[in-house]
């Protein structure tokens, strides 16, 4: 055994059984050692952009890591944006990252670079095998630190020579901390001062918008409270029989204009609302003026069993009341992202993933999905776009039984197109919808709100995608996903409908 | 003006004007101010790492740099791969990344990140302007660090409200140190030396591989010396009318074979050679045991004046021989690099630019091409491959009235296939080919270099690309860029003629 096998045997003995993976020279004996570990299941990706944000999509469907393998300092780098995502999520992940030998590091041959560096602004710990006896335990630490609670990615940095030096040491088992209890007092004085307060509000992170923790909010909003949750997270359960929450708006003056009046705004596994951007004279703070904040369970504590509490505190006798399937009627006419929305509500089956990058048209899709069929809802946590296609991946690999649609903007859908391979390879059960409007949209609206004034002529080729128009279906079919384009809200529908009814890699361009 | 305005001046008065961008919010105001300043090419990329690799290849061909415009943390990590190679390239460049207000940063928006840290290990300073009247002065210093010499990236952060607040002032004239004179006394031991030596060696780095250089180096080889360069240099002038040195063979073993006893390696704007990988049991140093190493220039000094004096000193008054035109037979029959380089010697016009991402097929190219007309040669200087396409971007923008040729694995070219577009959009004169062999066929014959064994069926999985083969026309048409196939030596000469010949975009997918 050397040390990439006892790396792999720890990772599969703690049920990390998934590698998203673009390796070179230096992860090669990894590579090797996968014949030796039939638990691991190695998936390609022709970039590292696709490989991490695979993990992501997999850590978000199952609460568990996957594994990256990527390449030294470059190939870390080429993850980073969608690592970043992974951050704002806190999906659990263990990126392997090979380096050169430990003994060939100080001739700083032209792979070389300071991985640690590059690697910590989105790591929860950054961790570098000297040894291959080194590598099991280091990559025990490595799971138990991504579990969090909240849960993030650890960074393993794997010399060569530690992977090919033999070893008798194979990890144990990785602890897992849950989350804690209800924070002391937190209860009883946030139940006070919401029968104080004349216009309370509750704002849940991604750490309370799964299932159960949305009922215990659905309580709350029972009994009058309003329910908020955070404009991007993680993974939400929508949908028929569950629980359906407001959702912080993304302009900082529309969340503002939402939130008029309250006074009191109780904080569930998140923080105080933020401008995703800062705009001239306008506030960074989306908290109303006046308005006062209580955390009710920070991000490791568990807003699940804390708002059951304050339900309870509150004398809150009656259940949520859950959302009912209601689906709309066939969308007919110009394709919009309304139309669209129509055509996945009343498509989608039950238990679908949405892996959300759709920057303009997501909002309305959401929209358009609340009475569907239940779903999860996958958003893109951290901005950089890029992240539909790869989450799409990780969760279609987490989840084989179910039906994964990945809603993408043309501009996003370019960073990581190299997914559209993965996807057929795997022939994984992935629906590609990617949003042409051959332009940066949203772009030419934050234009204007930053102050920059109207585009003249320069700066309209930077927002401007059209020339060329990048055709779609030649791009996804050059990378053998079967494809085709939708110009109607009909052709769209009978699409959808295709497409949801049939297993296996599927590509839709929404020709807007 | 605001402090957009200023940095845009202040980079064009500093022949800083083309502009490699894929802009987001925070980089509005500098969008905007670009219909201010008609010196500045904005050219749009779909994606940082083509931006940063164009940004490199503008840089090898005109010596100065051009500036990218990159979006937060995210975005400078998707650049950060070909930043990498542009650092072992010693290519200047300014990266101006835009970030949070200054006021925002506290809130820990989603798009937050730690630039600085994400930047420092490819870049020789990172910057960050607090208020819109730091920001021309600082544009002015970070063009004078990057000059060097030997020259690299410098960081520019640019914080929102540093880009909108109104300021008066501009940076000032970037001054520029040369390369420094003959190191004392250098000369005159390197002459002694070399005299005293049964089989002294010169081995010259990017910085000496012009044509002037090389002429100094050919003085040297005139007078029965071996000039040997860098495995992979950032430009090397090369084909009729140049004087062609060696090269340095990149497989250790093959390379210490070839400097069986040598005695003595003189260094000129170089370091000692190392092995790109570690592998067991096998030298990192690529210096034969007992060989003398001695520095005739470092990277900041002139190794062409250098050169010249060690020549005088030795009294070698013969000039260097020069490569004759020597055009290769039209091909036939097989396609592969051999008949591709034929092709290639046969049809590249003079002064033609190639940019080389062709991992496997790049030596046999290189060498096929040795007595072809006078050309440039890019080389992939760091390793991360998928450097090809964006440089070549990068040097037809720097360079219109010349041909270049981008050379590329498959592999290489999946990682920035979307600067197929930008060659469309902005109608470069670039011929792309695609070496489409359907693997990572330098990690197959790696993977048993490492010690690993042969792959088994999950190891080949991690090194093979043909399942499904991608379709490269279909791929290259549907970014808008004119595409074809060759399968025969035949189809790929006559192609490659018409390529040649006329000018524009063009893609080529050499069937192997």
Same mark, same amino acid.
Not at 136 to 154: E, K, N, Q
Not at 239 to 255: Q, S, V
């Given at each position: 055994?050397?040390?990439?096998?006892?790396?792999?045997?720890?990772?599969?003995?703690?049920?990390?059984?998934?590698?998203?993976?673009?390796?070179?020279?230096?992860?090669?004996?990894?590579?090797?050692?996968?014949?030796?570990?039939?638990?691991?299941?190695?998936?390609?990706?022709?970039?590292?952009?696709?490989?991490?944000?695979?993990?992501?999509?997999?850590?978000?469907?199952?609460?568990?890591?996957?594994?990256?393998?990527?390449?030294?300092?470059?190939?870390?780098?080429?993850?980073?944006?969608?690592?970043?995502?992974?951050?704002?999520?806190?999906?659990?992940?263990?990126?392997?990252?090979?380096?050169?030998?430990?003994?060939?590091?100080?001739?700083?041959?032209?792979?070389?670079? &300071?991985? +640690? *560096? /590059? =690697? @910590?602004?989105?790591?929860? #710990?950054?961790?570098?095998? !000297?040894?291959?006896?080194?590598?099991?335990?280091?990559?025990?630490?490595?799971?138990?630190?991504?579990?969090?609670?909240?849960?993030?990615?650890?960074?393993?940095?794997?010399?060569?020579?530690?992977?090919?030096?033999?070893?008798?040491?194979?990890?144990?088992?990785?602890?897992?901390?849950?989350?804690?209890?209800?924070?002391?007092?937190?209860?009883?004085?946030?139940?006070?001062?919401?029968?104080?307060?004349?216009?309370?509000?509750?704002?849940?992170?991604?750490?309370?918008? &799964?299932? +159960? *923790? /949305? =009922? @215990?909010?659905?309580?709350? #909003?029972?009994?009058?409270? !309003?329910?908020?949750?955070?404009?991007?997270?993680?993974?939400?359960?929508?949908?028929?029989?569950?629980?359906?929450?407001?959702?912080?708006?993304?302009?900082?003056?529309?969340?503002?204009?939402?939130?008029?009046?309250?006074?009191?705004?109780?904080?569930?596994?998140?923080?105080?609302?933020?401008?995703?951007?800062?705009?001239?004279?306008?506030?960074?703070?989306?908290?109303?003026?006046?308005?006062?904040?209580?955390?009710?369970?920070?991000?490791?504590?568990?807003?699940?069993?804390?708002? +059951?509490?304050? =339900?309870?505190?509150?004398?809150?006798?009656?259940?949520?009341?859950?959302?009912?399937?209601?689906?709309?009627?066939?969308?007919?006419?110009?394709?919009?992202?309304?139309?669209?929305?129509?055509?996945?509500?009343?498509?989608?089956?039950?238990?679908?993933?949405?892996?959300?990058?759709?920057?303009?048209?997501?909002?309305?899709?959401?929209?358009?999905?609340?009475?569907?069929?239940?779903?999860?809802?996958?958003?893109?946590?951290?901005?950089?776009?890029?992240?539909?296609?790869?989450?799409?991946?990780?969760?279609?690999?987490?989840?084989?039984?179910?039906?994964?649609?990945?809603?993408?903007?043309?501009?996003?859908?370019?960073?990581?197109?190299?997914?559209?391979?993965?996807?057929?390879?795997?022939?994984?059960?992935?629906?590609?919808?990617?949003?042409?409007?051959?332009?940066?949209?949203?772009?030419?609206?934050?234009?204007?709100?930053?102050?920059?004034?109207?585009?003249?002529?320069?700066?309209?080729?930077?927002?401007?995608?059209?020339?060329?128009?990048?055709?779609?279906?030649?791009?996804?079919?050059?990378?053998?996903?079967?494809?085709?384009?939708?110009?109607?809200?009909?052709?769209?529908?009978?699409?959808?409908?295709?497409?949801?009814?049939?297993?296996?890699?599927?590509?839709?361009?929404?020709?807007?």
């Amino acid at each position: 055994m050397n040390g990439a096998d006892a790396l792999i045997t720890t990772l599969a003995d703690n049920g990390v059984t998934a590698c998203f993976a673009n390796p070179g020279t230096s992860e090669m004996q990894f590579v090797s050692a996968l014949d030796r570990e039939p638990r691991m299941r190695p998936v390609l990706c022709l970039f590292e952009g696709v490989a991490t944000g695979a993990a992501d999509g997999y850590g978000r469907m199952t609460g568990t890591p996957a594994c990256t393998l990527l390449h030294l300092g470059p190939g870390y780098s080429n993850g980073a944006a969608n690592l970043h995502n992974a951050r704002r999520a806190f999906t659990p992940i263990i990126n392997v990252v090979g380096d050169h030998a430990t003994y060939h590091k100080e001739y700083d041959a032209p792979l070389n670079s &300071d991985i +640690a *560096s /590059l =690697a @910590a602004p989105n790591s929860i #710990a950054v961790l570098t095998a !000297r040894t291959a006896d080194e590598v099991g335990p280091m990559a025990t630490d490595a799971i138990m630190m991504s579990y969090g609670p909240p849960g993030g990615s650890v960074c393993l940095i794997l010399p060569a020579d530690a992977a090919w030096n033999e070893t008798t040491v194979v990890g144990g088992q990785a602890h897992r901390d849950g989350k804690s209890g209800i924070p002391p007092g937190a209860v009883e004085e946030v139940a006070e001062a919401v029968r104080a307060a004349k216009k309370p509000v509750f704002l849940l992170g991604s750490g309370s918008c &799964d299932e +159960a *923790s /949305l =009922a @215990a909010a659905g309580r709350l #909003a029972a009994g009058g409270y !309003r329910i908020l949750i955070d404009t991007f997270t993680s993974r939400q359960s929508r949908g028929a029989g569950r629980f359906a929450p407001d959702k912080m708006l993304y302009f900082g003056e529309m969340a503002l204009a939402d939130l008029e009046g309250v006074d009191l705004m109780v904080l569930v596994e998140t923080v105080e609302p933020v401008a995703f951007f800062a705009y001239p004279d306008r506030p960074s703070l989306l908290v109303p003026e006046g308005c006062r904040t209580l955390c009710l369970a920070g991000r490791n504590e568990s807003g699940l069993e804390a708002m +059951a509490a304050v =339900a309870d505190a509150l004398g809150l006798t009656a259940p949520a009341v859950m959302t009912q399937l209601e689906q709309p009627a066939a969308p007919a006419g110009r394709l919009d992202p309304y139309s669209i929305g129509a055509a996945i509500a009343r498509h989608m089956p039950d238990n679908a993933v949405i892996s959300d990058d759709a920057v303009t048209a997501g909002l309305p899709i959401y929209l358009s999905t609340k009475t569907a069929r239940p779903h999860e809802w996958l958003s893109l946590t951290g901005g950089a776009i890029g992240q539909g296609i790869p989450v799409a991946i990780g969760a279609a690999v987490a989840c084989p039984e179910r039906k994964v649609l990945c809603l993408s903007g043309d501009g996003a859908a370019m960073y990581t197109n190299q997914g559209l391979w993965t996807i057929a390879r795997e022939q994984l059960d992935v629906t590609v919808v990617v949003f042409a409007n051959h332009s940066y949209r949203i772009l030419g609206i934050e234009l204007g709100r930053t102050g920059a004034g109207n585009p003249g002529p320069a700066a309209k080729t930077l927002l401007d995608l059209g020339n060329p128009r990048i055709d779609w279906v030649s791009l996804a079919s050059g990378l053998g996903i079967p494809a085709e384009r939708c110009s109607t809200a009909e052709e769209f529908d009978a699409a959808m409908a295709k497409a949801m009814a049939t297993k296996g890699p599927c590509f839709i361009e929404a020709a807007l």
